[in-house]
């Protein structure tokens, strides 16, 4: 019985989602689900953003226990070097090195001819294959690609050192029997093929990308790339589905847990698919509280409490770990600390600068036949600048004229409100975390107004990023 590797596009390619990019936490969930039901390759994207996109791969590196991480490097030895080092830190990890092998793509993408695009091969897998065990060659465009090119190029990727070599039928316009036919021509082509694992990636503009990924499978393939959510590549459940039902006749199965699938991939749908307004960029976050078990008590030593904070997804330096940490001890004297606790000591003790932005005065009018409005003044080095904006609801609005003020909207990683004191006239105090090129950073507020706690708390975490800034 042949295992099916499947290799989930997802984070990779479906991320966009009506016009919205999916969040920092919203990428890590979808990571830690399809890890826990056995994906066996979960793909993402080449680094873009170095500092963000960095920090997020090796977050995930460190939260995989099953799947391997796998991630597109460039083409120069200083990009294939930030990759690995990104996810370096995973149980199983991947370089994939990929480049186009058809004569339009060559010279329209990479502006070379074949015999440039062999060495350009060669060096760059050779180069990764130093770093990484595990190295996959992609070959872009492989369907209308030059038989004997495409050959040649698989036949150097290999004796480069790639263990995966994957195919793309990026037009989406080849039938079952024209990939059959496809494959076994490969094979024949490069005998050293059946040496490593051989992956096809099927678009599905016929939509024929299922049967053509099942037709590989039975003509030789090892893995299979597929997706929960995009609807032009082979759906992760369809496969993993007819691989139960008939792959003891087509003599092959895979190793994705099917008892937690169905669950799993309508969590990852909901993720994916969820309303962004049309008036506000900021999501609604995913809770990290919530799923954070973290409880420390007046045993907890500096290192437990500095690997919590590090869990909350917070990087901090030996002074402010040390400020946060007797904060910690005072805390601890009198009750257990959990998430909630720790979040809010991080944000009233580490990284405390002073303030660039100050709040000056607020107006922000709501109602049920009126659109939430929100007038703010801020006093920046000594001159007053007002923001004025509607919202989806009043928060909406606050967050909003305060992004006029700042002209730049950072990624509102968590929002929370809760009371500090009990009775009509409460206190609340609200927790916001934004992200800036990757790094977080928490500000606190609190007030009788939970609008005005929120001003607060950003103005206060957006005053540590600007502070970082300069």
Same mark, same amino acid.
């Given at each position: 019985?042949?295992?099916?590797?499947?290799?989930?596009?997802?984070?990779?390619?479906?991320?966009?989602?009506?016009?919205?990019?999916?969040?920092?936490?919203?990428?890590?969930?979808?990571?830690?689900?399809?890890?826990?039901?056995?994906?066996?390759?979960?793909?993402?994207?080449?680094?873009?953003?170095?500092?963000?996109?960095?920090?997020?791969?090796?977050?995930?590196?460190?939260?995989?226990?099953?799947?391997?991480?796998?991630?597109?490097?460039?083409?120069?030895?200083?990009?294939?070097?930030?990759?690995?080092?990104?996810?370096?830190?995973?149980?199983?990890?991947?370089?994939?090195?990929?480049?186009?092998?058809?004569?339009?793509?060559?010279?329209?993408?990479?502006?070379?001819?074949?015999?440039?695009?062999?060495?350009?091969?060669?060096?760059?897998?050779?180069?990764?294959?130093?770093?990484?065990?595990?190295?996959?060659?992609?070959?872009?465009?492989?369907?209308?690609? +030059?038989?004997?090119?495409? *050959? !040649?190029? $698989?036949? %150097?990727?290999? &004796?480069?050192?790639?263990?995966?070599? =994957?195919?793309? #039928?990026?037009?989406?316009?080849?039938?079952?029997?024209?990939?059959?036919?496809?494959?076994?021509?490969?094979?024949?082509?490069?005998?050293?093929?059946?040496?490593?694992?051989?992956?096809?990636?099927?678009?599905?503009?016929?939509?024929?990308?299922?049967?053509?990924?099942?037709?590989?499978?039975?003509?030789?393939?090892?893995?299979?790339?597929?997706?929960?959510?995009?609807?032009?590549?082979?759906?992760?459940?369809?496969?993993?589905?007819?691989?139960?039902?008939?792959?003891?006749?087509?003599?092959?199965?895979?190793?994705?847990?099917?008892? +937690?699938?169905?669950?799993? *991939? !309508?969590? $990852?749908? %909901?993720?994916? &698919?969820?309303?962004?307004?049309?008036? =506000?960029?900021? #999501?609604?976050?995913?809770?990290?509280?919530?799923?954070?078990?973290?409880?420390?008590?007046?045993?907890?030593?500096?290192?437990?409490?500095?690997?919590?904070?590090?869990?909350?997804?917070?990087?901090?330096?030996?002074?402010?770990?040390?400020?946060?940490?007797?904060?910690?001890?005072?805390?601890?004297?009198?009750?257990?600390?959990?998430?909630?606790?720790?979040?809010?000591?991080?944000?009233?003790?580490?990284?405390?600068?002073?303030?660039?932005?100050?709040?000056?005065?607020?107006?922000?009018?709501?109602?049920?036949?009126?659109?939430?409005?929100?007038?703010?003044?801020?006093? !920046?080095?000594?001159?007053?600048?007002?923001?004025?904006?509607?919202?989806?609801?009043?928060?909406?609005?606050?967050?909003?004229?305060?992004?006029?003020?700042?002209?730049?909207?950072?990624?509102?990683?968590?929002?929370?409100?809760?009371?500090?004191?009990?009775?009509?006239?409460?206190?609340?105090?609200?927790?916001?975390?934004?992200?800036?090129?990757?790094?977080?950073?928490?500000?606190?507020?609190?007030?009788?107004?939970?609008?005005?706690?929120?001003?607060?708390?950003?103005?206060?975490?957006?005053?540590?990023?600007?502070?970082?800034?300069?």
């Amino acid at each position: 019985m042949k295992t099916v590797r499947i290799a989930d596009v997802t984070l990779k390619e479906g991320t966009r989602v009506s016009g919205a990019t999916l969040s920092f936490k919203e990428k890590i969930e979808i990571a830690k689900l399809l890890d826990r039901v056995c994906v066996d390759v979960i793909e993402m994207p080449a680094i873009e953003n170095e500092a963000a996109d960095s920090l997020l791969l090796k977050t995930v590196a460190s939260l995989l226990k099953n799947s391997t991480l796998s991630v597109c490097v460039g083409t120069t030895q200083e990009s294939i070097k930030t990759a690995w080092q990104a996810i370096m830190g995973a149980k199983k990890k991947r370089l994939v090195v990929s480049l186009p092998t058809s004569t339009v793509q060559m010279e329209y993408l990479c502006k070379c001819k074949p015999a440039k695009m062999l060495e350009i091969i060669e060096k760059t897998v050779s180069l990764c294959k130093e770093l990484c065990e595990d190295v996959e060659f992609c070959a872009q465009d492989a369907t209308r690609s +030059e038989k004997d090119f495409l *050959a !040649k190029a $698989i036949d %150097t990727a290999i &004796k480069a050192g790639a263990t995966t070599i =994957t195919v793309c #039928d990026t037009a989406g316009q080849q039938l079952p029997d024209e990939y059959k036919h496809f494959i076994s021509d490969l094979y024949d082509a490069v005998p050293v093929l059946k040496d490593v694992t051989l992956s096809v990636n099927c678009m599905s503009e016929l939509g024929m990308a299922d049967a053509c990924a099942v037709t590989a499978v039975k003509s030789g393939a090892q893995e299979v790339k597929a997706t929960v959510t995009r609807t032009n590549l082979p759906n992760l459940e369809n496969g993993v589905h007819l691989i139960r039902t008939r792959g003891e006749s087509i003599g092959v199965e895979c190793g994705v847990n099917v008892t +937690e699938l169905s669950r799993t *991939a !309508k969590q $990852i749908k %909901t993720i994916v &698919k969820t309303k962004r307004s049309e008036t =506000t960029p900021f #999501d609604a976050p995913v809770s990290a509280v919530a799923d954070t078990d973290i409880k420390l008590d007046s045993s907890s030593d500096i290192t437990a409490v500095s690997n919590a904070v590090k869990a909350l997804g917070y990087t901090l330096s030996d002074d402010d770990m040390a400020k946060v940490f007797e904060a910690f001890q005072n805390t601890a004297k009198k009750k257990q600390v959990g998430a909630k606790e720790l979040e809010a000591i991080v944000a009233a003790s580490a990284l405390q600068v002073p303030p660039t932005y100050k709040l000056v005065s607020y107006v922000v009018n709501s109602g049920n036949i009126i659109s939430p409005t929100a007038n703010i003044v801020v006093e !920046k080095q000594g001159k007053n600048f007002t923001g004025l904006s509607t919202g989806d609801g009043p928060i909406d609005a606050a967050l909003l004229a305060l992004e006029q003020i700042v002209g730049f909207h950072y990624e509102l990683d968590d929002f929370q409100i809760q009371s500090v004191t009990e009775g009509r006239e409460a206190m609340g105090e609200a927790l916001i975390k934004l992200r800036a090129d990757g790094t977080l950073y928490s500000g606190r507020g609190i007030s009788t107004d939970i609008i005005g706690a929120t001003i607060r708390a950003y103005l206060n975490a957006l005053n540590k990023i600007v502070y970082g800034e300069n």
